[in-house]
């Protein structure tokens, strides 16, 4: 007899069973879909982890090439900071009306101010222009933000621009004078002024002179200078008043300054801070935090209580 055939049905049987074992292989299952999910959230909180470690970290940041390619040659030799701090905003061109009231733009609270006190905001600004011409290795920062609605120009800006229209470096243009266009208050004419040096020379100073009010000189030495943690024996403060009895300005300076910042010594909470805020007409927002990155930590700083900033400074290293 010849061989019995091979049957069909068994064939069929055999393929069918590679048709399933197939499509059991491609179908989707739950564990696959779970590591999907799983692999997913890991992902996103990786990412979000790095973004929120790149934006808040303290290390610094590598600076964009592109942008340090545009800047001049540093000078890195300077380690004296004289720091001028604004108070109003000269609108002038002619330095010899510099005490004309409609030359300048003041708060709304000085809406009348005496021709004297025009004169003390030019003897700040020429005073720290000798200590410039006295001292080769000093940058002179006039430090103050636009401050003022009727004014497209800042407190600093106008400062350094009445110094060099008034021939005060016997020079049209002097390169150890610059401004800092974003303080709104003392404590960050202060602050911004040292990142402001920063800026200008890829250093920090070793020394600070600020030139300034009389009734202001506890505000800085006791209250600012402890705020930033900088050295006493390397601060300096030079007080000019306007002549004659300076009592009121005392007593105001002593309420409406010394005592809120006794209480919130970087002037992020409720009444200073609100002055900040009433201060910043333009909404500017200062560059420190990418040209001056192991500030950060610093200019963040806003504890609920009074607490010192504790963390490495770049003078305290």
Known sequence: MLPTPVSTHRGRKHGLGLTLRRSSLLARSRATNLAVLGLAALTFISLVFNVRLYLFSDAPRPLDMSLLASLPVLQDNLNHLIIVPGHAIWTGTNPDLRTRVDEWAFQSFRTNPE????????????????????????????????????????????????????????????????????????????????????????????????????????????????????????????????????????QGEHQNGFVPYLTDLYGCHDYLAEKRRQRNYNARYPPYYSSCPDLRSLLDWCPETNTLFSRTLPWSA
Not at 172 to 181: C, L, M, V, W, Y
Not at 221 to 235: C, V
């Open 115 to 250: 021709s004297s006190l025009l004169d003390v905001f030019f003897k700040h600004i020429s005073t720290a222009a000798r200590l410039a011409l006295e001292d080769q290795r000093s940058l002179v920062v006039f430090s103050g933000g636009q401050t003022q609605p009727t004014s497209t120009t800042t407190e600093g800006e106008s400062y350094l621009r009445l110094a060099l229209k008034a021939g005060l470096f016997h020079s049209e243009r002097f390169p150890r004078a610059t401004s800092e266009n974003y303080a709104l208050d003392s404590f960050q004419n202060l602050l911004f002024s040292i990142a402001r040096f920063h800026e200008y020379t890829g250093t920090y100073p070793k020394k600070i002179t600020v030139v300034g009010y009389e009734i202001k000189r506890a505000r800085f030495q006791e209250l600012h200078r402890t705020a930033i943690r900088w050295p006493k024996d390397t601060f300096n403060y030079i007080g000019i008043d306007m002549d004659g009895d300076t009592t009121q300005a005392r």
